[in-house]
C-alpha cells in the first residue's frame, strides 16, 4: 500500500515548520527542543488527516478534537515551580501552537501555517528582548537574611529596602535565641537590587544572605 503523496507533503512542511520553532527552544535550551517540537506537529498532522480519512461518513473531528487534550498533557508536564517561580509555561505553550500548526498543516491550509509559524517565531525571538526590558525595570526577588537581636534594629533592613526604592510584597521574621532570620519579597529596579545586595554583603552583622 502506497503512502498518499498529499500526505508525505503534509509530513514534510509539518517537519519544516516544527523544526523552526524547535530551533528555538533549542538555543534556549528548553526542555521541549528541536525533535519535541518535530514530533508534535508531525503527529498532529497525522491524526488530522487520518481523522478527515476514518470519520468521512461519521464526525471527520472525532479524533483531531483530542489532540488538544493530549497536548496539554505535554504541556503539564514541563510546567515546574522553583524559586517561588513558575517555569516553563513559554514552553508549554510552544508545544501547544506546534500542535496547532500541525493541524493546520493536516487540514490542507499551508499558506495559513506557514504565516503562523512565522508569527510564532517573531514572538519568540523578538518579543523576548521586550520581556528582558520590563523584567530588568520590574523584577521580583526573594531576600532572605540572619543577623543577631539589636534593640530598634529589627526594621533597619526594611528601611533599607525603601532607602533604595524596593517595594516590600510580603515578609516574615523569626527570633530563635539572639538570632533575627528574615524573608522579604520585594519588587523593584535591577539596579536597586544590586545596590541593596552590595550594601548588605557590606554589613558586618550580618551572618547569612540568601539573594
Not at 527542543?33 to 498532529?44: E, K, P, V
Not at 528582548?129 to 533597619?156: A, L, S, T
Not at 532607602?163 to 535591577?190: C, D, M, P, R
Request: some cysteine; aromatic content about 10%; overall charge neutral.
Amino acid at each position: 500500500m502506497q503512502i498518499p503523496l498529499d500526505l508525505l507533503e503534509k509530513i514534510c512542511i509539518a517537519l519544516v515548520l516544527g523544526g523552526a520553532i524547535g530551533i528555538e527552544r533549542e538555543l534556549r535550551t528548553k526542555s521541549a527542543g528541536f525533535r519535541t517540537m518535530m514530533l508534535i506537529c508531525i503527529g498532529s498532522t497525522i491524526f488530522t488527516t487520518l481523522s478527515q480519512v476514518l470519520g468521512i461518513n461519521i464526525s471527520p473531528d472525532r479524533i483531531a478534537s483530542n489532540i488538544v487534550v493530549g497536548v496539554g498533557f505535554l504541556g503539564a508536564g514541563v510546567i515546574f515551580k522553583a524559586d517561588d517561580k513558575v517555569h516553563g509555561i513559554t514552553t508549554a505553550a510552544t508545544i501547544w501552537i506546534a500542535a496547532a500548526l500541525g493541524m493546520i498543516v493536516g487540514s490542507g491550509f499551508y499558506g495559513m501555517a506557514t504565516v503562523a509559524c512565522l508569527m510564532v517565531l517573531i514572538i519568540l525571538f523578538v518579543f523576548s528582548f521586550f520581556d528582558q526590558r520590563i523584567d530588568r525595570f520590574n523584577q521580583m526577588r526573594n531576600y532572605k537574611i540572619v543577623y543577631p537581636y539589636e534593640n530598634d534594629g529589627q526594621h533597619k533592613y526594611e528601611h533599607c529596602l525603601k532607602q533604595y526604592n524596593l517595594a516590600i510584597k510580603a515578609q516574615s521574621q523569626s527570633k530563635v535565641g539572639n538570632i533575627i532570620t528574615g524573608t522579604w519579597l520585594v519588587q523593584g529596579n535591577e539596579k536597586n537590587h544590586h545596590k541593596f545586595i552590595e550594601h548588605i554583603l557590606k554589613d558586618n552583622s550580618v551572618t547569612e544572605f540568601d539573594f
